[in-house]
């Protein structure tokens, strides 16, 4: 059983306590300080102080400050008044493991709420990059497009190279061998030829997400989605295919959130598909990890 340290001393004023506590020779490094707005605790083996607070503190104002053996915290009192006490008093056992566990509750829900801040912060920070990425990626391709209105060279090509189907397929079999940016080059050339295929964005968003062009496969997969407007039945496997594709980027970039949103969406258009329910499923508790890790 740890002893409990009664050979404290506090001053106040009708704003702050000032509370010194002894260390009696334990190591810094050994010492643990909990603290919540009505319960204060620190723990230094074999030794234990608490005191279940008066009046409510501003927890998160207040600090503590080590030096010559001894702890000075400096707690601010949330309302102006003098405390007749430093702790309350008239207080039983049960009340205090009552008081015990709702401060470790509080701290719990402040820490779960801090986390999901930052969670949600970070992720206001990928979609900023992802959005100036994404505009970046467009300008190159209105640069790309200008450079190339003039197709001339073109000319030079076997006839069947001039045929985007033909592209298609070969920028397909490079792809089936896992020759990525070969596939990529067939599948950029059928585009010059015809940029309302949407086919030719998928499959080279296919490529992209293989060689980690996260960004470059998030495009292709949106243009591919708005060439496959209106949605009917004949395009459905194509849209849920971009749906995956694109969630699967986002996933990459750790825009959990934006790839569920896809995910979600391809399940709507094939909801007997079990890969995408598993995969959708794994997002799910990435997310819900991610916001209760501490």
Same mark, same amino acid.
């Given at each position: 059983?740890?002893?409990?340290?009664?050979?404290?001393?506090?001053?106040?004023?009708?704003?702050?306590?000032?509370?010194?506590?002894?260390?009696?020779?334990?190591? *810094?490094?050994?010492?643990?300080?909990?603290?919540?707005?009505?319960?204060?605790?620190?723990?230094?083996?074999?030794?234990?102080?608490?005191?279940? !607070?008066?009046?409510?503190?501003? +927890?998160?104002?207040?600090?503590?400050?080590?030096?010559?053996?001894?702890?000075?915290?400096?707690?601010?009192?949330?309302? %102006?008044?003098?405390?007749?006490?430093?702790?309350?008093?008239?207080?039983?056992?049960?009340?205090?493991?009552?008081?015990?566990?709702?401060?470790?509750?509080?701290?719990?829900?402040?820490?779960?709420?801090?986390?999901?801040?930052?969670?949600?912060?970070?992720?206001?920070?990928?979609?900023?990059?992802?959005?100036? #990425?994404?505009?970046?990626?467009?300008?190159?391709?209105?640069?790309?497009?200008? #450079?190339?209105?003039?197709?001339?060279?073109?000319?030079?090509?076997?006839?069947?190279?001039?045929?985007?189907?033909?592209?298609? +397929?070969?920028?397909?079999?490079?792809?089936?061998?896992?020759?990525?940016?070969?596939?990529?080059?067939?599948?950029?050339?059928?585009?010059?030829?015809?940029?309302?295929?949407?086919?030719?964005?998928?499959?080279? %968003?296919?490529?992209?997400?293989?060689?980690?062009? !996260?960004?470059?496969?998030?495009? +292709?997969?949106?243009? %591919?989605?708005? !060439?496959? #407007?209106?949605? *009917?039945?004949?395009?459905?496997?194509?849209? #849920?295919?971009?749906? *995956?594709?694109?969630?699967?980027?986002?996933?990459?970039?750790?825009?959990?959130?934006?790839?569920?949103?896809?995910?979600?969406? %391809?399940?709507?258009?094939?909801?007997?598909?079990?890969?995408?329910?598993? +995969?959708?499923?794994?997002?799910?508790? *990435?997310?819900?990890?991610?916001?209760?890790?501490?």
């Amino acid at each position: 059983m740890p002893l409990q340290v009664s050979d404290y001393s506090w001053q106040q004023t009708k704003t702050a306590v000032f509370l010194s506590l002894p260390l009696k020779g334990v190591c *810094v490094r050994d010492t643990d300080v909990f603290c919540t707005e009505n319960y204060l605790k620190v723990n230094f083996p074999p030794f234990l102080f608490e005191a279940f !607070l008066y009046a409510p503190i501003d +927890d998160e104002s207040s600090k503590a400050k080590i030096g010559n053996d001894t702890i000075v915290f400096t707690l601010y009192k949330k309302e %102006a008044a003098m405390w007749e006490t430093l702790s309350v008093t008239g207080v039983d056992k049960e009340m205090m493991q009552r008081i015990r566990e709702k401060s470790i509750l509080q701290a719990q829900e402040r820490a779960k709420e801090a986390t999901e801040a930052k969670a949600a912060a970070k992720r206001e920070d990928q979609k900023y990059a992802l959005s100036v #990425m994404m505009k970046w990626l467009h300008k190159q391709a209105e640069a790309r497009r200008a #450079m190339n209105t003039d197709i001339a060279e073109l000319c030079d090509l076997k006839e069947e190279e001039k045929n985007p189907e033909w592209l298609k +397929d070969k920028g397909n079999k490079l792809f089936a061998t896992e020759n990525y940016l070969a596939a990529i080059n067939a599948y950029n050339l059928a585009i010059r030829l015809n940029n309302k295929m949407p086919l030719l964005y998928l499959n080279r %968003a296919a490529c992209h997400l293989k060689l980690k062009n !996260l960004h470059k496969a998030i495009e +292709d997969s949106s243009k %591919a989605l708005e !060439l496959l #407007m209106p949605p *009917v039945t004949d395009n459905a496997n194509a849209r #849920m295919k971009a749906h *995956v594709r694109r969630g699967t980027a986002f996933c990459q970039l750790e825009l959990y959130v934006e790839g569920l949103q896809d995910y979600e969406a %391809a399940l709507k258009i094939d909801p007997s598909n079990k890969i995408v329910q598993i +995969d959708a499923e794994k997002i799910r508790n *990435v997310i819900q990890g991610t916001e209760l890790k501490s």
